[in-house]
């Protein structure tokens, strides 16, 4: 193998790469605890959904993909119910109403919101502040 780039610095590390582990947790919803990372175009949200519960129809002007990494969940959306398993990718378009009943099973989800949410930012600087 040839010899690959040199490493990052550790400053150079700490200025792109964030610790899971060190993601202060969010509720945004009942239920719902969410790790948030946000850049300057766009917001990813870590969820964990507990079993069992209803995520109430809401909106904002994000556009949104959701991607269910486990368990299951019924996605309301254009008055219509979505089935979603784990693999499952699901779009919102900007200002579309959508929301949620979770499975028995709970549900693991990854979203992605463009541009950042700012109501999630502003959650995590909250924790931030109380944290120091």
């Known amino acids: 193998m040839e010899k690959k780039e040199p490493y990052a610095t550790q400053e150079e590390f700490n200025q792109r790469v964030i610790r899971y582990r060190d993601v202060p ?3 945004p919803a009942p239920g719902a605890k969410a790790q948030i990372v946000s850049a300057e175009r766009l917001t990813v949200s870590f969820l964990n959904f507990d079993p069992d519960i209803l995520v109430p129809v809401h909106h904002h002007e994000n556009e949104q993909i959701m991607t269910v990494t486990d368990g ?4 309301i959306t254009g008055g219509k119910l979505y089935h979603l398993e784990k693999g499952d990718v699901i779009i919102f378009p900007p200002n579309v109403e959508h929301g949620g009943y979770i499975s028995d099973r709970g ?4 979203d992605i919101f463009s541009p950042p949410r700012q109501d999630f930012v502003a959650k995590l600087e909250e924790i931030k502040k109380s944290q120091k």
Not at 72 to 75: I, K, P, R, T
């Open 25 to 27: 947790t969010i509720e």
């Open 107 to 110: 549900c693991l989800a990854i």
């Open 72 to 75: 299951a969940c019924d996605v």
